[in-house]
């Protein structure tokens, strides 16, 4: 499974049980994005005995994955499921995604303000945002707080 946060580690179990299943069952990848999709709402999952079945069942798997649909109908085929909406996972991927960004802009050399400038463009935020989200994850050392 591709880990979409390798360096910074979200705390799993703070989110709702439902995620947590998905992630075992399908990954973060395919839980972000069915997340994504379809957050916030019921979804039917096909037995894919119809063809309507297994037309819902493609697309499904066009926005997660055939591997993911496959699971996720072996253990939910012919029921609802609610995605949770999870709007704190999502924002707190982003930004732990920014950050990441930032240190690889940062190693390159590029400016403190140009970065944020190309990160609020990357990420259509605004650079008072970037900043902010840069703030609340670096802490000034003891040493230079005078300087």
Not at 20 to 42: A, R, V
Not at 71 to 90: A, D, M, R, S, W
Request: hydrophobic share 35%.
């Amino acid at each position: 499974m591709k880990k979409l946060l390798s360096d910074t580690e979200l705390d799993l179990k703070a989110f709702p049980e439902a995620v947590q299943f998905l992630i075992n069952l399908i990954g973060e990848d395919g839980t972000f994005s069915l997340i994504q999709h379809y957050g916030g709402s019921t979804l039917r999952i096909p037995r894919g005995d119809t063809i309507v079945g297994r037309t819902k069942i493609d697309l499904l798997a066009q926005k997660i994955g055939k591997q993911e649909v496959h699971n996720i109908v072996q253990t939910f085929g012919g029921t609802c499921i609610y995605i949770p909406n999870c709007k704190k996972l999502l924002t707190a991927k982003q930004h732990a995604k920014i950050i990441q960004d930032r240190d690889k802009l940062a190693a390159k050399g590029i400016s403190e303000r140009q970065l944020v400038s190309d990160l609020a463009r990357r990420y259509k935020l605004s650079d008072r945002h970037i900043w902010r989200i840069l703030k609340k994850s670096y802490t000034i050392p003891a040493a230079f707080k005078n300087c």
